[in-house]
């Protein structure tokens, strides 16, 4: 795979330095082309429009589908499971440590003090889910476990010298 890439690099590299090397050595011969812009200009215009109406489309595509979870809706109203979370130096303080799978939990995460990072790790210990706590904020992660267990609560952002030892539980089971 890595030398694949660096031929494929290479390749390109050397027909790029083809192309400089043809326009360069052509930029001096004189050549009638007012007949050649006059046919093209037109679909130059046209070729902008299609290119204006193919980047809307796919910003409107690619952007719907946005990974995070409105912020301002209130989730209470839809029976979902709520986690209020609040991280400390150096401890996680969660309204509730259990849920169950196949069903959306709200993490509800802010911070009394600095900075952290709310990572929801597997028994695996591989990081599930994540999301920023910030002072002044309640940042919404949304996330619907498939998997029982007992899942950890990891900081994500160093927040000083017992970083490392802010580790949460969260009981994950069947429903
Ligand atoms: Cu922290």
Redesign the pocket.
């Known amino acids: 795979m890595q030398s694949a890439a660096w031929y494929i690099t290479l390749i390109s590299v050397i027909s790029l330095i083809g192309v400089f090397y043809f326009v360069i050595s052509n930029s001096k011969v004189k050549e009638e082309y007012s007949s050649f812009s006059k046919a093209w200009y037109g679909v130059r215009g046209k070729w902008f429009i299609f290119l204006i109406i193919l980047w809307v489309t796919l910003l409107i595509i690619t952007l719907k589908p946005f990974p995070l979870p409105s912020q301002t809706e209130n989730y209470s109203d839809k029976g979902d499971q709520i986690i209020d979370v609040s ?1 400390h ?2 401890y996680w303080v969660m309204s509730s440590d259990t849920v169950v799978i196949d069903k959306p939990v709200v993490f509800q995460v802010t911070t009394g003090d600095v900075n ?2 709310f990572g929801v790790y597997n028994e695996k210990l591989e990081l599930v889910a994540q999301v920023q706590a910030m002072p002044g904020y309640t940042n919404k992660l949304v996330y619907t476990f498939t998997q029982p267990g007992k899942y950890r609560i990891l ?1 994500l ?3 000083g010298v017992a ?1 490392h030892g ?1 580790i949460g539980e969260l009981n994950v089971k069947e429903s």
């Open positions: 991280g130096q150096w952290h990072g900081c952002e160093y927040c970083h802010m």
